[in-house]
């Protein structure tokens, strides 16, 4: 129970910030308009600073001889991942069941994790650098395939948004795993290690302030409609995919690595992407629906994540 706890309090830490996001915006301490501003500064410096620094302090080759595995692992769960989201859809309204379905497909599979990781196991940086390499692809994936969620009446002309598919993250990763692989990371001068060192440590407060602004946002914009839609949501997003992929785990326990089967895990159990808002809306689909489906789902998280990672650890050992 006591793996119960520290994830609760993992949560519960991300949450509390993403209250204050939520309060701030309410109070209009910072205006609505700042939060547009504030997600690139988020996504664009912050995410990528961190995971460079990450990489480079603690990622080597000879300590990670199978590194190059974690995409190809990654590409496994999203392959799981979609034929769940099939699945499981058809329990949707056919009227909203494209933005149910981009919700429950596209995980919170960075900041999410990184937060949880990082809180449950504060000593180590195992957890974290694998966590950067098996999500190498996912910004490029994500912003490349979202349209075809969507019915081909309500899209756009189809354009390929070069600009977010190559996301400064897979740059970041990109550029500090070849650092490490020719191994002239001790070469880096330390002014600037300190410098990404501090715009990454703003990274997991500011993209939940920015998150609790924008459900602020989203609900003063769009209500709350659709409660039985969004318990199906919740209840298949926060619970029913984790608990597949436990027994597909465990199932398989001989063949994936320790490490990777629990950050396969996390990626199942995480709410959804919080950039599904604005993609839906931007193919003209309903962010109604996918805001509230992500609000409801990240409240619930609080309890359903420490549950679903104590039932992982009644079948694993970390």
């Not at 204050?20 to 205006?31: D, E, L, M």
């Not at 974690?70 to 999203?78: E, M």
């Not at 756009?156 to 990763?173: G, N, R, V, W």
């Not at 440590?201 to 039985?228: C, Q, W």
């Amino acid at each position: 129970m006591n793996l119960f706890l520290i994830a609760f309090e993992s949560v519960f830490i991300l949450l509390g910030i993403g209250i204050i996001g939520f309060w701030i915006v309410k109070s209009k301490i910072v205006p609505i308009t700042l939060l547009r501003s504030l997600s690139p500064l988020a996504l664009d410096i912050a995410l990528p600073s961190i995971i460079f620094i990450d990489i480079i302090s603690d990622f080597s080759p000879s300590a990670y001889p199978d590194w190059w595995q974690y995409p190809l692992w990654w590409a496994l769960f999203t392959i799981i991942a979609f034929l769940l989201t099939y699945l499981f859809s058809i329990a949707s309204k056919k009227e909203n069941r494209d933005e149910f379905s981009i919700s429950l497909f596209y995980q919170n599979g960075i900041f999410f994790p990184l937060a949880i990781l990082a809180g449950m196991f504060p000593d180590s940086e195992n957890y974290q650098v694998t966590l950067f390499l098996f999500v190498l692809f996912f910004p490029a994936f994500f912003f490349s395939t979202y349209p075809f969620f969507f019915k081909e009446k309500n899209r756009k002309p189809l354009s390929i948004p070069f600009k977010k598919i190559f996301h400064p993250t897979l740059f970041a990763t990109l550029i500090a795993v070849s650092i490490c692989v020719i191994g002239i990371q001790n070469q880096i001068p330390m002014v600037i290690i300190s410098i990404l060192t501090m715009l990454g440590a703003m990274t997991i407060p500011l993209l939940m302030i920015i998150l609790g602004g924008n459900i602020y946002v989203n609900y003063k914009k769009n209500g709350f409609s659709e409660p039985i839609e969004t318990v199906k949501f919740v209840l298949i997003k926060n619970f029913i995919f984790p608990l597949c992929f436990l027994g597909f785990l465990v199932l398989f326990q001989n063949y994936i690595p320790p490490v990777i089967s629990f950050i396969m895990f996390l990626q199942s159990a995480v709410p959804p992407v919080t950039a599904v808002p604005i993609v839906t809306e931007r193919i003209k689909g309903s962010a109604v629906f996918s805001s509230q489906f992500i609000m409801a789902s990240f409240l619930v998280s609080i309890l359903s994540l420490p549950l679903m990672v104590y039932l992982y650890s009644l079948f694993f050992n970390f």
